[in-house]
């Protein structure tokens, strides 16, 4: 199989790992807000972590990447990050910041993200500060699940770090996007001055006769 087939392929262990995933979030959300069960939430909630960082090192150890899990494996991830946060938000009013902030950076990562691949044709992997406000994000979540009578201020203090990086990552996210749009439209600028190779030549030659 060549590496064009490979990066077209669905059925994969990556992918289903994120299609699991995508399954976990009705079972976690209604362990929370029906069943108040918040030790097998943050169970759950650990486990959807553990298999998002399993199903990268499948993907990169194997050679399983593909560009449907490059769009499947952020959804699932977004949507059990949301998810999760709305129902911490019934119990703690300060998630409504990074739920809010959470929706407003996919949004905008979501539209610069379709313009990087209608004008690349390439789906780009997460880059690392991405995937440290992933981890930060997961981790205060799971402190808040998991301890539902913690303090006020470990409370703030663990928001505020998770949201002061999820800032950092959607400014750096957005400067790569735009860059990689300015680099097409310069290129594309570029060869619209630049006259074709035989041109160059054909006016060449035609000065030096003209000597």
């Not at 990447?65 to 019934?90: R, Y």
């Not at 996919?106 to 406000?133: D, Y």
Request: with cysteine; net charge positive; proline share 4%.
């Amino acid at each position: 199989m060549n590496h064009a087939s490979k990066k077209r392929k669905v059925l994969t262990v990556p992918n289903a790992l994120s299609f699991f995933r995508l399954c976990l979030i009705p079972v976690f959300v209604w362990l929370y807000c029906v069943k108040h069960s918040y030790e097998w939430t943050g169970t759950l909630l650990m486990l959807s972590g553990l298999t998002d960082m399993v199903d990268g090192f499948i993907a990169r150890k194997f050679d399983a990447t593909s560009d449907v899990g490059k769009i499947l494996d952020p959804i699932a991830d977004k949507l059990t990050q949301g998810a999760m946060l709305f129902c911490l938000l019934t119990r703690f009013p300060l998630m409504w910041v990074p739920l809010a902030l959470l929706i407003v950076k996919e949004l905008f990562m979501g539209l610069t993200g379709l313009m990087v691949i209608r004008k690349t044709r390439q789906v780009f992997s997460a880059l690392w500060h991405g995937k440290v406000a992933t981890c930060l994000l997961y981790a205060m979540m799971i402190l808040h699940v998991m301890w539902p009578g913690i303090p006020r201020r470990l409370s703030d203090a663990s928001v505020g770090a998770c949201v002061a990086m999820m800032l950092i990552s959607v400014v750096l996210y957005g400067c790569h996007n735009i860059q990689i749009l300015r680099g097409k439209a310069a290129r594309r600028n570029l060869e619209q001055r630049t006259p074709p190779v035989d041109e160059m030549l054909g006016r060449c030659v035609a000065d030096e006769l003209d000597v």
